[in-house]
C-alpha cells in the first residue's frame, strides 16, 4: 500500500494574530510546517508528501519540506484538500489529511490511523473523549439563548487529524460534495455525507489545533514536556 499524506497549510491564520501563514509561525524555533511533517515522517508510515501553500508562499514552503510536492491551496480548506488529491501520485491508495495546524501530532497516532486503514476501515479518525458538558441551542441564536438539551458527553468524541482513507473513498466523498454544494468542517464528514461509515481511534492531547496565540504557548508547554 503507497500512503501519501496531504498537509493542509495554506490558510492564513488570521486568529493566530501573525502577519505570515499559520504554517510558517514558529513553536521552539520550528515552523508549525515543519513539525507536522517531521512527525508524519518519523512515523516511517509515509511514502510522500503533498502540501497546500497560500498563494505566493510556495517557495518559502518547498524550502522548508523539499521532499515534499507543494502546491497552492483553494480558499478553502475543503478545496485545498480536493487541489492535492487532484495531484497524487496514481499509485497511491491510503490517503492522510492532516492540519498543519496540528503541529504536535505523534508518529505514533499517525501508525495508529494508518493501520485501521490498513485494518480495512476505509475512513479513520483520531477522537479525544470531550471534557466539558455539551447542550445543543438553535444555531442562528446570539446572546442569552434556550438550551435545547445537553447531549450526554459519554458518547461524544473531539475529533482530530490526522484521518485516514481509502484514496477512492476520499476522491468519491469530494466529488459528491463539491457536486452537492456540501461544505464540511472536515473529511470525515464529507465521507459521512456519502453514506461511509467513519471509525475512530483513540486521539491525543499533543493533536491539539492551534488556532489562537494561547494555543500556541500551549503547544510550547507540550513540546516542554516530550510532544
Ligand atoms: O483555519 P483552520 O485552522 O481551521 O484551518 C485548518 C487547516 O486547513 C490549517 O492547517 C490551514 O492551513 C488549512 N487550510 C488550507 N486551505 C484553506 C484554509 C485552511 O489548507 N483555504
Redesign the pocket.
Known amino acids: 500500500m503507497t500512503v501519501t499524506a496531504i498537509?493542509?497549510?495554506?490558510?492564513?491564520?488570521r486568529?493566530l494574530g501573525h502577519p505570515q501563514?499559520?504554517?510558517l509561525v514558529r513553536l521552539h524555533g520550528t515552523p508549525?510546517l515543519q513539525h507536522?511533517a517531521r512527525r508524519l515522517v518519523m512515523s516511517g508510515q509515509v511514502d510522500d508528501l503533498v502540501v497546500?501553500a497560500?498563494a505566493g508562499h510556495e517557495r518559502a514552503f518547498r524550502t522548508l519540506v523539499p521532499e515534499a510536492i507543494v502546491l497552492t491551496?483553494?480558499?478553502?480548506?475543503?478545496?485545498?484538500?480536493a487541489a492535492a488529491l487532484a495531484a497524487l501520485h496514481p499509485e497511491a491508495d491510503v490517503v492522510l489529511v492532516h492540519?498543519?495546524?496540528?503541529p504536535l501530532a505523534s508518529p505514533e497516532l499517525v501508525s495508529r490511523v494508518v493501520a485501521a486503514v490498513r485494518a480495512g476501515h476505509r475512513a479513520v479518525v483520531p477522537g479525544l473523549p470531550v471534557t466539558d458538558t455539551i447542550t445543543a441551542v438553535d444555531p442562528s441564536a446570539e446572546g442569552a439563548t434556550a438550551a435545547l438539551g445537553t447531549v450526554p458527553r459519554a458518547g461524544l468524541r473531539a475529533v482530530q487529524t490526522p484521518q485516514g482513507f481509502d484514496r477512492a473513498v476520499l476522491d468519491a466523498a469530494h466529488l459528491a460534495g463539491r457536486d452537492s454544494g456540501t461544505m464540511a468542517?472536515d473529511d470525515a464528514g464529507l465521507a459521512e455525507a456519502l453514506g461511509e461509515p467513519v471509525w475512530l481511534v483513540p486521539g491525543e492531547e499533543s493533536a491539539m489545533?492551534?488556532?489562537t496565540a494561547r494555543d500556541l504557548a500551549l503547544a510550547g508547554l507540550l513540546l516542554d514536556e516530550g510532544a
Open positions: 498537509i493542509t497549510a495554506a490558510g492564513s491564520g486568529r501563514p499559520k504554517a508549525l507536522a497546500t497560500p491551496g483553494g480558499a478553502t480548506r475543503q478545496e485545498s484538500v492540519d498543519a495546524a496540528r468542517t489545533k492551534v488556532t
